[in-house]
């Protein structure tokens, strides 16, 4: 890289108090709590803002020069990808479910996170924290597009990723991280700090970036790796601003610890529950497999979070409830997760399959607590019916948690053979949990949780059909019709990868790319 | 407390029993088979008879397993919010004492599953 | 003691970075893995600006390195000269 090094007359502190400090002033015309209405509510108690800086200490003229260096390193590859045919790179034409799923479920949450950070950006009365947070808002609105345009080469050879902005409002597996989002961008802006800014970025994005973007190297993607990186490029600053939130929000009031820790309780939970996705893809969806979940777990979650709630301990900040059940989860959370798209495959935008042999050897070396005992059973049950022609196509909707949205799959802690039910009473009706951290969030706010737009409820009430559609009708076809109001192609989108036009596509263009038909 | 909000807030219940159209929701998991990997929702009349939910509803849900035509009926342990339950087929839903959004259990002793596998 | 991380993308700007890192920081631990490195170091990790213009023969803005960065951890404090990222505990 050539870059120039302009001459600096001011050190970097005294540049940046110059140029995000100063900028700010106290309202006179109308009082402060009424130009910062969201400031209060939440009971967070801010003595002095001047005393949160942010550390990387960005102002905006150091912040497009190397965003656009990013963005100009970016779009050579992406290019370059798309001309070499790239997509023909990939291990197999399997792994390209895994990139469905990241722009179905993960690039519209960047959306939702600029908006995010450009609400609280707004509600904020501290000036450091405003400009960290607006610099992050282009970051994330970065993120999405640049996912967006990287993924669309993609959109012109498979099928399922056509409408994915439709999809995340409507698909039944995509409410769950639709309203995990949607529950952030509704709490208040300290509490949108804790669960995106330190919870996600700081404790969660790893997990999802890191291990699944090199993978995605490893699988001959370039084009998701050059997309990953550059995103997980601007993480790094934004972990780094979750964790001087956090820690100025618990500096400046020892009447801030409890509301803070509640939240690092619940939004870890939240996070944990939501990143099942990720553990699913790195465990089957990646042809060539760079760690399992369970391992990228330990080294993410478990060794750089522990070490991160070590150091919060002398402000009295203790780790996530919980903590023992997703120890003993992480030997089977993506098996449950895989098991579960694999019965709904017919429901799904993208291809599931059962692994092969070398498949669940390295699952079983990798999982040897749970895999032969559990879940190879199954996998092997799924694969011999299959050859005869009998794939298990689950046809029944399942039973939702209302705070997760996930299916009812998880397991009771210590027991992988039982699924975990719990329930609550509220205002004269019942409401039904995955576990005791999802039941423990909506005792808390139930009024949020009982308006939970969960996706089986909605089609049994008839909201998930398109206008004109007559259930009543005689032989009505109530799947289909929900296909249909999912924009979801029947016989294309949907069902087992063995047989799908992607499958076929793939394997003929890749033959043609290295023969002379 | 229900919600911290910066006014009064009262939310809306999205599942209420008359968003059915008529129906309950009624939850059904199979225990020791998690080949189906959560428990079903289905929409029911009230007025029901059980032992339809049982000979004609759940054959369809639960049918593809090969531990299904092996169930003795007589012998099934049902469970009702996770508490033992002693169901009267020959009752509705209703007399049953089955409200909206309730969820039942039912264990098939002796059935554990491909290859014991609780799958 | 608890471990701090730095993780950069791998390619020609990072190289001289990497092995600044490693000569600055003796108990760092390198981790190679598909298109990135990820170095581990207990309690302590010092990225120091004359070290990598040493390598790079060439002035170095360490605000440079957000171009390159993939994930870090551990309290971060930046001035012209270094970044380093710590524990307290």
């Not at chain 1, 993120?143 to 039944?172: C, E, L, P």
């Not at chain 1, 790094?236 to 964790?243: E, I």
């Not at chain 1, 099942?276 to 330990?298: F, I």
Request: hydrophobic letters at 40%; glycine letters at 6%; one cysteine or more.
């Amino acid at each position: 890289m050539d870059m120039q090094v302009a001459k600096k007359k001011l050190g970097l502190k005294e540049r940046y108090a110059l140029m995000t400090r100063d900028l700010g002033w106290d309202t006179t015309y109308q009082p402060m709590n009424k130009v910062f209405p969201q400031a209060e509510y939440e009971g967070i108690k801010i003595h002095d803002w001047s005393k949160w800086e942010d550390p990387f200490r960005l102002t905006m003229d150091a912040y497009w020069k190397y965003q656009a260096e990013k963005e100009k390193k970016l779009y050579a590859i992406i290019d370059a990808y798309a001309q070499n045919n790239g997509h023909l790179n990939v291990t197999d034409a399997r792994y390209i479910n895994a990139i469905k799923l990241f722009l179905n479920g993960i690039s519209p949450l960047e959306y939702m996170a600029h908006r995010g950070f450009a609400g609280v950006g707004r509600q904020f009365p501290g000036v450091g924290t405003r400009v960290a947070c607006l610099m992050q808002s282009l970051d994330e609105i970065r993120h999405s597009q640049t996912q967006i345009h990287a993924m669309s080469n993609y959109n012109k050879y498979y099928n399922g990723f056509h409408d994915y902005t439709t999809m995340i409002q409507r698909v039944w597996y995509l409410s769950v991280p639709r309203s995990f989002f949607d529950d952030a961008i509704t709490a208040g802006p300290f509490e949108f700090m804790i669960a995106i800014g330190f919870s996600f970025e700081y404790v969660l994005t790893n997990l999802l970036f890191v291990p699944f973007v090199s993978g995605a190297a490893y699988n001959g993607d370039m084009g998701t790796m050059t997309f990953g990186f550059s995103a997980q490029s601007d993480e790094a600053r934004h972990m780094t601003l979750g964790l001087e939130c956090i820690k100025f929000m618990l500096e400046q009031d020892p009447a801030n610890v409890p509301i803070v820790q509640r939240w690092i309780d619940k939004w870890a939970w939240r996070g944990y529950r939501v990143l099942t996705l990720v553990g699913m893809m790195m465990d089957y969806m990646l042809p060539k497999r760079v760690m399992s979940w369970k391992e990228a777990w330990e080294i993410y979650f478990e060794e750089n979070g522990g070490a991160l709630f070590n150091d919060l301990a002398r402000y009295g900040i203790r780790p996530p409830k919980f903590l023992d059940q997703i120890a003993f989860d992480k030997d089977h959370i993506s098996h449950q997760a895989w098991g579960t798209f694999y019965n709904y495959a017919a429901a799904c935008n993208f291809h599931s399959w059962t692994p092969t042999d070398d498949e669940m050897d390295w699952l079983s070396a990798k999982y040897p607590n749970s895999f032969d005992k559990y879940y190879r059973p199954r996998l092997e049950h799924w694969r011999e019916e299959a050859k005869k022609g009998n794939r298990f196509y689950n046809k029944t909707l399942p039973m939702l948690c209302q705070t997760c949205q996930i299916p009812m799959i998880f397991t009771e802690p210590g027991d992988p053979t039982k699924i975990c039910y719990r329930e609550s009473d509220y205002k004269g009706t019942k409401y039904h949990f995955c576990s005791d951290g999802c039941k423990d969030i909506f005792d808390h706010e139930p009024e949020k949780y009982i308006q939970s737009w969960l996706p089986v409820h909605q089609i049994y009430q008839g909201n998930c059909f398109n206008p004109g559609v007559d259930p009543t009708a005689p032989g009505f076809d109530a799947l289909g019709a929900v296909l249909d109001y999912y924009n979801m192609a029947v016989g294309r989108d949907n069902l087992d990868f063995e047989g799908s036009e992607d499958q076929k596509n793939f394997e003929a263009w890749r033959g043609m790319a290295t023969k002379n038909i | 407390m229900g919600v911290a909000a910066i006014k009064e807030y009262v939310g809306e219940n999205k599942d209420r029993l008359e968003n059915f159209h008529g129906n309950q929701l009624l939850y059904v998991g199979w225990e020791d088979h998690l080949m189906f990997c959560a428990p079903f929702a289905f929409p029911f009349p009230p007025a029901m008879r059980f032992g339809d939910v049982i000979e004609k509803v759940l054959p369809g849900a639960f049918g593809y397993h090969p531990d299904w035509a092996k169930i003795d009926w007589s012998k099934v342990e049902w469970f009702k919010s996770g508490q033992p339950w002693a169901p009267n087929f020959a009752k509705s839903l209703a007399e049953n004492g089955l409200r909206h959004k309730d969820v039942v259990r039912f264990r098939t002793p002796g059935l554990t599953g491909i290859k014991g596998s609780c799958s | 003691m608890s471990t701090v991380f730095i993780a950069l993308q791998t390619n020609d700007d990072t190289r001289p970075i990497i092995e600044s890192i490693m000569a600055d920081n003796p108990h760092a631990r390198l981790n190679e893995a598909p298109a990135m490195v990820k170095i581990d170091a207990e309690g302590k990790l010092t990225v120091k600006r004359e070290s990598i213009e040493e390598r790079l023969g060439r002035e170095f803005d360490l605000q440079e390195l957000h171009i390159n960065l993939i994930s870090l951890s551990g309290n971060l404090d930046e001035t012209d000269d270094e970044l380093t990222l710590s524990w307290n505990s």
